[in-house]
């Protein structure tokens, strides 16, 4: 039988702010009704104390399938950019601002469908709690779901791309140091450019991740 959702993820949320104890919580999430058609939670990736965390916007098929984030052609895409930039994967935390696929089909093809804002909403207590957790120096906001998750409904990465910002006060962690954000396009935005300009997509795209690079203390490459 499935559980009617309830409203948001923060009543699913563990006292234990560890990774493992908050991604095994997560796998029970029912704080929207997304996971009743999605295979499964995707958490984040990563280690605690990486420098940079990644934030997209949700799973997609492939992600969907085997659990983890960015494994499905955007991810690809910036996995390839991550080197270009020269920022080793190791160093990053890679996650979704929404936990769970939203799609809705087509014959046999699961086509993804733009969470809305009340679904953001719902799964915004697993990314604060993962910031809290991770501590990164630098929040990198993959499109515009992940920075108004974080920034608020008006933001537009059009006008701020490439900015790094302080995070809304009533998100300010005490930690030090506070981590930063800023924002770029999803790596789906420069896989979809099917125009001359692709590459130029690219190219700024790279340009984005090496400006987050800059100014962020990395350990030495591993
Ligand atoms: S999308 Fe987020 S809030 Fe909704 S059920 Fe999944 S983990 Fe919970």
């Given at each position: 039988?499935?559980?009617?959702?309830?409203?948001?993820?923060?009543?699913?949320?563990?006292?234990?702010?560890?990774?493992?104890?908050?991604?095994?919580?997560?796998?029970r999430c029912r704080g929207c009704a997304l996971y009743v058609d999605a295979t499964q939670t995707v958490f984040g990736h990563g280690a605690r104390g990486v420098p940079l965390m990644?934030?997209?916007?949700?799973?997609?098929?492939r992600e969907d399938q085997e659990g983890l984030p960015f494994v499905g052609p955007a991810g690809r895409l910036l996995q390839r950019a991550l080197d270009d930039a020269g920022i080793a994967p190791g160093w990053t935390y890679q996650t979704n601002a929404v936990k769970h696929f939203k799609f809705r089909r087509e014959g046999k093809r699961r086509v993804h469908q733009k969470p809305s804002r009340t679904e953001v909403v719902a799964c915004k207590p697993w990314?604060?709690?993962?910031?809290?957790?991770?501590?990164?120096?630098?929040?990198?906001c993959l499109g515009a779901t992940a920075a108004q998750s974080l920034l608020g409904s008006t933001f537009r990465v059009t006008a701020h791309r490439g900015e790094r910002l302080r995070l809304p006060s009533a998100l300010r962690f005490d930690v030090d140091p506070e981590p930063l954000v800023t924002a770029t396009v999803h790596p789906s935005a420069v896989l979809r450019?099917?125009?001359q300009r692709r590459r130029e997509a690219y190219a700024l795209f790279v340009e984005d991740l090496k400006s987050a690079r800059a100014g962020v203390d990395f350990p030495a490459r591993r």
């Open positions: 039988m499935t559980t009617a959702p309830a409203a948001g993820a923060g009543s699913f949320l563990p006292d234990d702010l560890e990774l493992t104890a908050l991604e095994d919580a997560a796998g990644l934030v997209g916007e949700q799973p997609g098929d990314l604060i709690a993962e910031i809290e957790s991770v501590r990164p120096q630098l929040i990198v450019d099917r125009s």
